[in-house]
């Protein structure tokens, strides 16, 4: 290899940081100062990006007298504020009533919400801390119910034991073919599916 080949002319030192920054350090910007400025301060609200180069000691004094919002208003705090919340975009109202709008019941979130997601259909995760609320009907639902001779608060198993009865009473093979036994038969079987889809039993 060559005492001057073209790879050591390529090799770069660091310099000493201390050196570095004494080098490149401007001086402190403060009247009558002749240290070196190495810490910045803003120059202001309207010179967004501007700062100002002062000494350590300087820095400090001018921070502590340092206000953003001087020469405004208190009404021009209180709307920069404002604006501040949502990062100076625009906004919209939620919806056309947007004014009138509440949480409704079926919004659940939380244990509650995944307690209805998981749906433990075979009991696997217990009743252990959970309350059961009472199922409010919908109009068909309760005409169902109706139809089947039972109340609102009738139990899966009570529902299929009613379903049953009724159709071994009014079965056309039990009646001997009477058309007002048929219509109740399809009634209590349009029922009991609507009942099946719905979730009762």
Same mark, same amino acid.
């Given at each position: 290899?060559?005492p001057?080949?073209?790879?050591?002319?390529?090799?770069?030192?660091?310099?000493?940081?201390?050196?570095?920054?004494?080098?490149e350090?401007?001086?402190?910007?403060?009247?009558?100062?002749?240290?070196?400025?190495?810490?910045?301060?803003?120059?202001?609200?309207?010179?967004?990006?501007?700062?100002?180069?002062?000494?350590?000691?300087?820095v400090?004094?001018?921070?502590?007298?340092?206000?953003?919002?001087s020469?405004?208003?208190?009404?021009? #705090?209180? +709307?920069?504020?404002?604006? *501040?919340?949502? /990062?100076? %975009?625009?906004?919209?109202?939620?919806?056309? =009533?947007?004014?009138?709008?509440?949480?409704?019941?079926?919004?659940?979130?939380?244990?509650?919400?995944?307690?209805?997601?998981?749906?433990?259909?075979?009991?696997?995760?217990?009743?252990?801390?959970?309350?059961?609320?009472?199922?409010?009907?919908?109009?068909?639902?309760?005409?169902?119910?109706?139809?089947?001779?039972?109340?609102?608060?009738?139990?899966?198993?009570?529902?299929?034991?009613?379903?049953?009865?009724? #159709?071994? +009473?009014?079965?056309?093979? *039990?009646?001997? /073919?009477? %058309?007002?036994?048929?219509?109740?038969?399809? =009634?209590?079987?349009?029922?009991?599916?609507?009942?099946?889809?719905?979730?009762?039993?």
């Amino acid at each position: 290899m060559k005492p001057y080949s073209k790879y050591f002319e390529r090799i770069r030192i660091r310099p000493d940081p201390e050196t570095a920054a004494k080098a490149e350090a401007p001086r402190c910007q403060w009247d009558g100062c002749t240290a070196a400025g190495a810490y910045r301060a803003p120059v202001g609200r309207m010179a967004e990006g501007q700062y100002f180069k002062f000494c350590v000691d300087h820095v400090r004094q001018y921070n502590k007298g340092y206000n953003y919002f001087s020469g405004l208003s208190d009404g021009e #705090v209180a +709307r920069y504020q404002k604006e *501040a919340i949502t /990062g100076n %975009r625009p906004t919209w109202k939620f919806g056309a =009533n947007s004014a009138n709008w509440a949480p409704t019941s079926n919004m659940r979130s939380g244990s509650a919400a995944s307690r209805a997601r998981t749906r433990d259909t075979y009991g696997l995760f217990g009743d252990a801390g959970v309350v059961k609320r009472e199922r409010r009907l919908k109009p068909l639902e309760a005409k169902a119910m109706e139809t089947l001779g039972l109340g609102p608060k009738a139990t899966g198993a009570e529902i299929k034991a009613r379903y049953k009865e009724l #159709v071994k +009473r009014h079965h056309p093979d *039990a009646n001997g /073919g009477d %058309r007002g036994s048929e219509e109740r038969f399809r =009634n209590v079987i349009q029922a009991y599916r609507l009942l099946k889809q719905a979730g009762f039993c």
